[in-house]
């Protein structure tokens, strides 16, 4: 699939209509606090942005204001392929956790029919509710899991159940906070995985709080870094994992991984 983005301030739509979504002098204050300061975000179409940045630099914070559940200076816009303002996009979001009651009955299809049915969780759903449900989870091979307590989730499949739900209906815009805190690396790789397929398939507009550096190198169209109440440099991972400020950061230079991958993508050419 074609993921069009903007060339020389022109776009092409997605098959959601929204071309990209701009955050310009954003700004967040908490308590009188200053969280974020002339923030400058350019989301395309079909990207995977993930903001990176040290612990306390405000990445929740901008996932939060973008969702609305925070007041924010500066502008939020929507637009079409002709630069032109649309409604507000629909979102889904799947925070960095969730507290459960371990011993609560409850099951991944009663979290789902309570978020889209008024019925009440003791009672037995229509199979038009299942179906839906397992469909839902099948775009995160999650649909295994439909009958399973809330309390006996792994930190991997309640993940995917949260990714799931976020994703029914499939939304304008996705935004994951730091989603995979506490899973496994088989888990990580399989939920970036996942994302990635997500993202081809139904075209979405992704942004992703990480700090799993080496996934978001491979998976990520382009990195925010954000660092001092601001974001210090955006674009490629290779242009930002080669900047000196997030090296200084993070203490990795990442120069040679590039130069090795650069490397082999000439070679593998070269042997088609």
């Known amino acids: 699939m074609n993921h069009s983005k903007c060339v020389n301030s022109e ?46 630099a405000g990445k929740s914070t901008l996932l939060k204001a973008i969702l609305g559940d925070i007041s924010h200076t500066g502008e939020l816009q ?12 629909s979102m889904g979001y799947v925070p960095q956790k969730l507290e459960l009651d371990s011993t609560s009955p409850t099951s991944v299809l009663d979290l789902f029919a309570a978020a889209h049915t008024n019925l009440p969780i003791w009672f ?8 839906r449900v397992r469909e839902s ?17 792994s930190g991997g499949e309640l993940q995917r159940v949260l990714l799931a739900l976020a994703l029914d209906p499939i939304p304008h815009l996705l935004l994951l906070d730091e989603p995979v805190s506490g899973i496994d690396q088989k888990g990580l790789e399989l939920f970036y995985q996942t994302v990635s397929t997500l993202r081809k398939n139904y075209d979405l ?4 709080v990480s700090h799993d550096l080496n996934l978001v190198a491979e998976y990520a169209d382009r990195v925010a870094f954000v660092n001092n109440k601001t974001i210090e440099c955006c674009g ?4 930002v994992f080669t900047n000196d400020k997030v090296i200084q950061t993070f203490g990795l230079d990442w120069s040679n991984r590039f ?14």
Do not use: W
């Open 259 to 272: 130069q090795k991958d650069e490397k082999d993508r000439v070679a593998n050419a070269l042997m088609v």
């Open 137 to 153: 989870l099948a775009r995160t091979h999650g649909e295994h899991l439909i009958n399973k307590r809330l309390g006996e989730l």
């Open 205 to 208: 507009s992704i942004i992703l």
């Open 78 to 89: 929507f637009l079409d392929a002709k630069n032109n303002g649309t409604t507000r996009p």
């Open 11 to 56: 776009c092409k739509t997605c098959e959601c209509n929204l071309c990209c979504t701009k955050i310009n002098n954003f700004g967040v204050k908490r308590g009188g606090v200053e969280i974020l300061k002339d923030v400058n975000l350019h989301i395309h179409c079909g990207d995977l942005t993930a903001i990176i940045g040290p612990n306390g």
């Open 124 to 131: 037995s759903y229509p199979k038009s509710i299942r179906e």
């Open 236 to 239: 490629t991972p290779q242009e």
